[in-house]
Structure formats: C-alpha cells, structure tokens
C-alpha cells in the first residue's frame, strides 16, 4: 500500500505539480502598515473541493511543501512508518515509575494504579511514594510534589496548618511548604504609593489627617479607580503647605491615587479651557511632596509598618514558579511521528498544557510554537482532559496549520474550517459535522471562528459580569460613607444601556458556539486579541475594546464557567509589544 501510494503520489505530481500549490493574484488594495501590495493566494478548483473532505488535509499532509520556493517533497510516510505501536507497562520496580507512568497515562498520580503496578497494597504504595506526592488538604487528591510546592504556596500553607491540627500526618506539608517559601520583602525592598492596591483607603485618611491637622478628612475607595477624598480645603496645610490656591491638597491626592494627570486650567470664554502651564507646575511639585512624604509615613509606625508589609508580601510574594523540564522528559507522546523529536522546551510546553488551566506560550519567532500547541492539544485529548479542542489560526494559516498537524501525527483526526465553510447555511452543516463527530482538534481561521456567535443568552451573562464589578462597587459605596454613590451609579447605568443595545440587534437564526461542543481553545497569533475593552484612568492605558477580542474573551468565560478552569492555551512571540495594559489583558484571558 504504501508503494501504491507513493507512485500514485508521484504520477499527479508530475502530472500538475505539488497537491499544496497555488498562484498569487493582486487584490488591487495597500496594506496600510506596510505600504505593500495586498496579494491573495489562488488555488485550484479541484483542491476548493477537497479542502470541504473532514479527511482533505490528509491529502495535504502527504508532502513536505515550502510556501516561498514552491517545492515539496514526499513525506516520510511514503517510505517508511511513522507511527509505532505503544508500549503497554503491565508492571514497575519503584515507586517513582509506577509514578510516572501513571501520570503518562491518566495525567495524574491514582494510588490504585501505581499499587497495581507495584503489586502491593495501596498504604504500602502510599508509603513508597513518601514525598513525591502530597495529600492536597483543599481538594483531598493526590498531588505530585512539583505540583503541589509550586503556585501560591502561601495559601497552601495556611490550608496545611489549619488541617494539621486535626491530622497531623500533614505536618510533612507544613514543613515542605515552608521550605519553599519566598523569603519576606522587607522595607528596604518596597516603594509605597498613594493609592497602591495593597495598601487601605483607611491608612490614606489616617496620613492625610496628620499631615493636613484635620480631622474632618474623609477618604473613599469603593474599588477599581475610584476615589474619593474631602477635607477641608482652605486651611493653610491644604492650600499652601501641602497644596496650592488653585488646586488643594484634597484635589491633588485625589488625582494621583486615581492616576489622573494633574493639570490646573483657566477658562478662556465659549465653554473653553487651556493649560495653565505655571500653576500646573506648582501643583505637580506638591503632588511630589506629598508622594515622598506619604513613602516616608507608611514605614513611621511599627505597627502599621508590619501590617502593610504583611498585606504586600500576601499579594505579591507567595508564587513559586514550576519547573516543566523534568515533567516534559518523562512525556513518551504515542502517536507522534518517529521522524519528529520535539526539542527540550517543547516537552515542557507541552507539560505545562497538561498542568495548568490558561497557558501562555509566549516564544520568540522560530521556536517551534505549532510543533508544542500540537502536542499538547493532543496528549489533552489522549488523556481525556478535553473533549474537543478548537485550534484558532490566522486565516493564511490554516492549510500549513493542518497539514504540519498530520505530519507530525499522522493518524490524528482533524477538521479544518476557513470563513468560507460558515458562511450561510453551510454553518449548520459544519456545526453539525463538529458535534457528532469524535475528533482530535478542530483547526479553524479566526474569520471562521468569529462567525460562530455565542447564544444571546450567553453574551448576557458575559456582559451582566463585565458591570458587576461596577456593581459591586456601588455596594461597597453604599455599605462606606457614600461620597461615590452617584458616580458610580451614572457608570452602572452607562454599561447597562451598552448593553442593552447589543442584545436588542436580531437573533442569529444559525448555530452557536455552544452547539459545537467545543471545551478547549488554542489561540495562536494572541497578540491579536489584545484590544480588549479596559477601563483605565492612565493616559494611553485604556482600551475601547475590538469586536474580536470581546468575541474570543466572552467564548473564554463561557467555557471556563461551563468546565472549569482548564480553557485555553494562548501561544505569540509578542504577549506586550506596545503598553503594560497588554499585560493585564493577556492575564484576564
């Protein structure tokens, strides 16, 4: 068979040329970043029709095809196999192997697995594997040791101490814990702020009191960027000391906690106002008194001292970072092609997929991401930890995309979609092949992807959790002094109307994103998905939000709300090219 196959390979080839052809033609428009000519790749008609075949890409995964040269060669599969059966161990000399290969193959340490292997009983198992493993006092599973000494190892830790005392088989936890945990930022190591998260609107009121000698201060922070600071503002501490006659002390703190620039304006007739640039000077350099000021205070009181370096190291010094080089060696990935060996941090790509339950893979150009979103999307599937994953590409992308997938796994079931495939009512054919279909991945072009829209009743619920932040600060506004109360009040009626503008639009008649049964996504090229909508009082750091990134970060939720944490898998070279906001962006998905 395969000699048959490779002769009739090679007979078409030399008949019309490689099966991955195609010619460019001039779409007549610029691209406006670059100045160049927009082309379009134009392939055969014959080659239309078998990219609608679910098995098609098999068909162009059967040579090895350069884009730039137009060259291919016959894939390895041609003259030899690729595959090899795997390995079944019936059996393990050591705890440590019976280890792994349980987590080879359920993805996790099961006790009666790694006895059955050992060939004792289960507390005898248990005592084997020591350390390498920990009882998880949250969740009451077994966990591997780089697992469980890794993450937020603070909060393990008060759980530990707190189920010891009624085990004390966990004391082994506590003690472990403790040796990994980051040693504690001192003063010298923190630069305090106004308005920094971790420190209390209280202490705010508390420093403003004694710096201005008035009692009557009120500080406010019903959450996010709002702020809210009263006072007496003409005293001589407020309008000369520590601010200025056209911009007091109250004001000036006000605009640096809520990170506003501070600017003092004059009314120049017809509702307009310009920059006064002197007495804006002269309010900036008593923004800077204070802000040293306030750095000197915080560290004043013993006592405050210690519950602000307590709170600081709570939230920003409890991770420990995971090592996946270890994990990703022991990966025997069946099913993969001999004639592919993934290189060191490709197995630990893969290992952290399994592992964690949003990953960023966030390489440099070259370094092989489709090689490792591949792998791991599949050992996700082979270990039954997604069901059917969906793998977003850019719209070029998606014949290469396929096709890399069957040569490095050849038996793999795929099904490719370009826009093209959704549009009209060839959506419901596709949403219909993807549901009742057992396959491995679902490749997709993010045009494609984009025309599979939520239900509306999911794009309420999305849209119902982006307000109740503001929701839960008109609470909290209320529960205080309520000096923000109507602020925030105008905000929550401003996100409700929003929304409902874009649930009163006519609904889709198609299929939805729900009805595909998708439960996982890979999303390459993420650094286009970074316009997600932020709300920011920092110049330049706030974001209007594109229809794209709202559109991938609502199916985002609705699956982490549907199956839990384990969602997505994110892979760019370029995570922060621009701003910080990128950052905080990347994060929320």
């Not at 239309?48 to 995964?61: A, I, K, S, Y």
């Not at 619920?461 to 002094?481: D, I, K, S």
């Not at 595909?516 to 998905?529: A, C, F, K, S």
Request: net charge neutral; proline share 5%.
């Amino acid at each position: 068979r395969r000699d048959g196959l490779r002769v009739a390979y090679e007979q078409y080839v030399a008949r019309y040329g490689p099966v991955n052809r195609f010619t460019v033609r001039s779409t007549g428009r610029m691209d406006p970043s670059t100045g160049e000519e927009r082309l379009a790749r134009v392939t055969p008609r014959v080659m239309v029709t078998l990219r609608r075949d679910p098995f098609g890409p098999l068909v162009l995964g059967l040579e090895v095809f350069d884009d730039v040269s137009q060259k291919a060669v016959p894939a390895t599969l041609m003259r030899q196999r690729v595959v090899a059966p795997r390995h079944v161990v019936m059996g393990a000399d050591t705890a440590e192997d019976a280890l792994a290969v349980s987590l080879e193959s359920r993805g996790r340490p099961e006790l009666a697995a790694i006895a059955g292997l050992l060939g004792v009983s289960e507390p005898e198992a248990r005592d084997q594997l020591g350390t390498m493993v920990f009882d998880d006092p949250t969740s009451g599973a077994l966990v591997t040791r780089p697992d469980y000494l890794s993450g937020n190892v603070r909060d393990k830790l008060a759980a530990a101490r707190a189920a010891a005392v009624d085990r004390p088989g966990l004391a082994v936890n506590v003690n472990a814990l403790q040796d990994v945990l980051p040693v504690p930022l001192g003063i010298d190591d923190i630069q305090p702020r106004l308005g920094a998260a971790w420190i209390d609107a209280e202490t705010h009121r508390q420093f403003l009191t004694e710096i201005l000698a008035d009692s009557s201060v009120r500080v406010e922070h019903p959450g996010g960027a709002i702020w809210e600071v009263r006072g007496n503002s003409h005293s001589l501490a407020a309008r000369s000391e520590w601010g200025t006659e056209r911009l007091p002390a109250h004001q000036i703190v006000k605009s640096t906690l809520e990170q506003r620039p501070i600017q003092v304006t004059d009314d120049i007739g017809e509702g307009k106002r310009a920059l006064n640039p002197t007495e804006t000077a002269s309010a900036q350099e008593k923004a800077g008194l204070i802000q040293e000021r306030f750095a000197e205070w915080v560290w004043e009181d013993q006592g405050r001292a210690e519950r602000l370096l307590d709170e600081y190291n709570t939230r920003f010094n409890s991770l420990v970072l995971r090592d996946y080089s270890l994990e990703g060696d022991r990966l025997t990935l069946p099913g993969m092609a001999l004639t592919f060996v993934p290189r060191p941090h490709q197995r630990a790509a893969a290992a952290r997929m399994l592992s964690e339950p949003a990953v960023g893979l966030f390489h440099e150009v070259g370094a092989g991401k489709t090689a490792e979103m591949v792998i791991g999307t599949m050992e996700l599937r082979r270990l039954g930890m997604v069901s059917k994953p969906a793998v977003v590409v850019p719209n070029h992308m998606l014949e290469q995309f396929s096709r890399e997938w069957l040569q490095l796994y050849p038996q793999a079931r795929v099904l490719a979609a370009s826009s093209a495939n959704l549009a009209g009512d060839k959506r419901r054919v596709f949403v219909a092949r993807a549901a009742v279909n057992d396959w491995d991945a679902i490749v997709m072009t993010r045009s494609a992807f984009e025309r599979i829209p939520a239900s509306k009743a999911t794009t309420a619920a999305y849209a119902a959790r982006e307000t109740e932040a503001l929701r839960r600060m008109l609470e909290n506004a209320r529960e205080g002094e309520g000096l923000t109360v109507k602020r925030i009040e105008k905000m929550v009626a401003a996100a409700e109307e929003k929304l409902t503008k874009r649930l009163d639009g006519p609904e889709d008649a198609g299929l939805t994103f729900e009805e595909t049964g998708i439960d996982y996504l890979v999303v390459d090229e993420m650094h286009d998905y970074k316009n997600l909508r932020t709300v920011s009082n920092i110049r330049d750091a706030a974001i209007t939000g594109s229809n794209r990134a709202t559109d991938l970060h609502m199916k985002v939720e609705y699956l982490r709300e549907r199956h839990g944490g384990r969602v997505i898998t994110a892979a760019t070279a370029t995570p922060i090219a621009n701003s910080i906001t990128e950052a905080h962006v990347m994060q929320r998905y």
